[in-house]
């Protein structure tokens, strides 16, 4: 990794100097720079990353963040293996 | 906003952006888009990205060949790196009944000069190791068809259209339209109005909605789906999977994720919440066709609709009832493959004021005219009230 290089999305491999890059580009709705970029797209679903890059991009809109909206969160919340999903037996606990 | 445009473009997916970019290429002045949401929020990302000429149509196959040429060099003439792969489609059978259908589109689409083949089992079993023989009775493969990344794609014609200078409005919400006799003079959004001398509808599930503003009926009606994507692996899946009956879809993007989504079910609402039995369902089915995939871990789900007419087709061209008025909508799941090759032949129609055959059978007059292009490989064959004839022209327009 060169000095000072910060990563923003570690699933994905992104970093800070790409996401103001992105935003500069014109991606300055979330949805749009997570698609553009990739962030909050990998095994992790925006957990580690999405308040870092919402917050990168509150800072260069002037914005606050309690103005930031998330993009849209869906499920699983952890990954589940088809199998699992395939034989029903994420419903097991249930009943 | 602008207070004047030549053309305003309702919708920012797929199918309004290569509108506009072509209109704009074209030089027919300026043009505006308008965007309920962000760019691409609506079906045209929540697909899976699968490109194909496999119709049952011959309208249709005409259309699609056009567009994969397009797709081909996509990449060069916007500028934008659109993910695109050549890996082929496969279109999968189980029951006899689909067997027929596939037959029967693979004959024509070879009349067509779409070279489609019937692969035998042994065949299928050589090339294609991963899939579950006992599970397919036939498959037809077409080598030249594609994939390329949804979300790639709505950048790279969004980008191209930015650059000339194309308005594009997000966030804005048509509310109606100022109707003078047979045409629409402007177009009222929640920011304020623009007049123009034309409109298209490239408004996806909202289509039927945004005509009805303007005193125009279509028989679209939207189609619930689900999609779902996996965590990245090692590129290996080449074709495009479509197993007809749903139909369900698989592939894997040159990001790595494997794609992939279920249209099964006869949900005609706007909710896009995802569900858990649609996980179980899709991936029950999925991994009857394709054991392995029961290794794979689903990462994230999301809900998505189709914009299905009565014969599964789009609807293209000027409304009857308001003639500066064009439709680009009711695609019934294929608006991500024939985007391409609408917007060219929309903006050639817009521009010159005149019909071009390919896009002619495509008019909404067919549905009073009773002249339907059915296809079979859209989901609205399986729906009961899409297969009663009467009931479609009591929709259309009764003029």
Request: with cysteine.
């Amino acid at each position: 990794m060169g000095k000072g290089k910060e990563i923003v999305c570690f699933c994905e491999d992104v970093s800070k100097e790409e996401i103001v890059k992105a935003i500069k580009m014109g991606f300055k709705d979330l949805e749009t720079l997570k698609r553009f970029t990739g962030i909050s797209t990998g095994p992790c679903q925006g957990k580690s990353c999405l308040f870092q890059v919402m917050r990168i991009l509150a800072q260069m809109e002037g914005k606050k963040m309690e103005e930031m909206a998330t993009t849209t969160i869906r499920p699983p919340a952890r990954p589940i293996l088809i199998g699992a999903l395939a034989e029903g037996e994420t419903r097991a606990g249930e009943g | 906003m602008l207070e004047k445009a030549e053309v305003v473009v309702i919708g920012g997916g797929v199918v309004g952006l290569s509108v506009a970019y072509n209109l704009v290429k074209r030089g027919v002045g300026k043009v505006s888009v308008l965007e309920r949401r962000y760019l691409g929020s609506g079906a045209s990302t929540r697909n899976c990205c699968g490109i194909r000429s496999q119709f049952g149509a011959e309208e249709n196959i005409r259309l699609a060949r056009e567009s994969k040429k397009i797709f081909q060099g996509l990449t060069a003439e916007l500028g934008f790196n659109i993910l695109h792969i050549k890996g082929g489609c496969m279109m999968l059978a189980s029951t006899p009944e689909e067997a027929e259908i596939l037959e029967r589109n693979v004959r024509l689409q070879n009349r067509l000069g779409v070279n489609t083949r019937l692969l035998n089992p042994g065949e299928l079993r050589a090339r294609f190791p991963y899939l579950n023989p006992d599970k397919i009775r036939a498959a037809s493969f077409d080598p030249t068809d594609s994939k390329a990344h949804h979300d790639a794609v709505v950048m790279a014609y969004s980008e191209a259209c930015r650059r000339l200078g194309v308005e594009l409005n997000t966030y804005t919400e048509v509310k109606g339209f100022k109707v003078e006799g047979k045409a629409i003079r402007a177009v009222k959004t929640s920011r304020g109005e623009v007049k123009c001398s034309r409109v298209v509808n490239a408004a996806g599930v909202w289509s039927r909605q945004v005509a009805r503003m303007a005193g125009v009926n279509l028989p679209n009606r939207p189609l619930r789906a689900e999609g779902m994507v996996t965590e990245p692996f090692h590129y290996f899946l080449d074709p495009t999977i479509v197993h007809l009956n749903g139909p369900l879809e698989l592939t894997q993007t040159l990001r790595g994720e494997l794609v992939g989504g279920l249209a099964d079910g006869e949900d005609f609402s706007l909710n896009l919440n995802s569900s858990l039995s649609f996980a179980e369902n899709f991936c029950k089915r999925a991994v009857e066709i394709f054991p392995r995939l029961k290794f794979a871990n689903l990462m994230r789900q999301w809900a998505g609709y189709f914009d299905v007419t009565p014969d599964g087709s789009p609807v293209l061209g000027p409304a009857e009832e308001v003639e500066n008025f064009f439709q680009a909508n009711g695609f019934s799941g294929h608006g991500f493959t024939l985007a391409p090759v609408v917007g060219r032949l929309l903006a050639e129609v817009i521009a010159k004021g005149k019909a071009t055959p390919s896009l002619e059978p495509f008019y909404p007059s067919r549905f009073r005219e009773g002249k339907l292009i059915v296809e079979n490989t859209a989901p609205v064959d399986r729906l009961s009230w899409a297969s009663t004839l009467p009931e479609a022209s009591s929709s259309a327009p009764s003029r």
